[in-house]
């Protein structure tokens, strides 16, 4: 089956650690996303990755870092830095971020991410 | 420029009535409008999309609908039912640009 794993389900992190979510795919995509969703706050993108080896900034990328070494594999970490890290994490990938191209995007099941 | 405001936050409707939840968007470079579903504990799933050369695109019970002047489209669900209780998520980008996407609704459809 072909689709997008993020694991683990639910995580659990004491203050000042850091920690990473994996995502994997495999539908061959070249681009992966990062959300975070808190509620009534919808989805806010924190990374996004075009190809390996190059990814952008969203909108609230403190505190966390990723990378891209494989076209499959996009991990994001949440480090100490980040003030109020408790969420539900969403990873997605699009077949392309390119120009002239839509981007449909498929989401995974989530992470949700509890600082103790 | 870059937001897209979304409306009502939470909505309830009846069995067999008809849903509708509105978007609006800023950013005329924007050609790509999808809606996302998403169930409780997982990740959204796409619904529907729409690109600005049509006013109007249905797929069964869903509807989009565009207004490109005002900038606005909106998703009606027809005959709704329970298990169309969900969030729904408006987006809208640029082609080969990321989405930018709405706060969400959460809608709840009493049998």
């Known amino acids: 089956d072909g689709g997008i794993t993020q694991s683990p389900k639910y995580l659990f992190r004491k203050e000042g650690q850091n920690v990473t979510l994996s995502c994997e795919q495999n539908?061959?995509?070249?681009?992966m996303y990062w959300y975070r969703q808190d509620p009534g706050q919808g989805l806010r993108l924190i990374y996004y990755s075009q190809i390996v080896n190059d990814f952008q900034k969203g909108d609230i990328a403190e505190g966390y870092s990723v990378s891209r070494e494989k076209k499959e594999s996009f991990p994001l970490t949440v480090t100490s830095a980040q003030k109020n890290p408790t969420a539900f994490y969403l990873c997605a990938s699009s077949r392309s971020g390119l120009a002239g191209t839509y981007n449909e995007q498929f989401f995974g099941p989530g992470t949700r991410l509890t600082v103790l | 420029q870059q937001q897209v405001k979304q409306s009502p936050q939470s909505l309830i409707v009846q069995k067999g009535g008809i849903s509708i939840i509105n978007c609006a968007y800023e950013?005329?470079?924007?050609?790509?409008f999808p809606w996302y579903q998403q169930f409780p504990g997982k990740g959204p799933a796409l619904l529907i999309a729409?690109?600005?050369?049509?006013s109007e695109k249905k797929e069964g019970r869903f509807t989009i609908s565009f207004n490109k002047s005002a900038k606005q489209f909106s998703l009606h669900i027809m005959d709704s039912q329970p298990g169309d209780s969900a969030t729904y998520f408006c987006?809208?980008?640029?082609?080969?640009?990321?989405?930018?996407f709405g706060e969400g609704t959460q809608l709840t459809v009493n049998p």
């Open positions: 539908l061959n995509h070249d681009a």
């Open positions: 729409i690109r600005p050369d049509v």
């Open positions: 950013n005329t470079a924007f050609d790509y």
């Open positions: 987006a809208a980008g640029a082609s080969g640009s990321r989405l930018t």
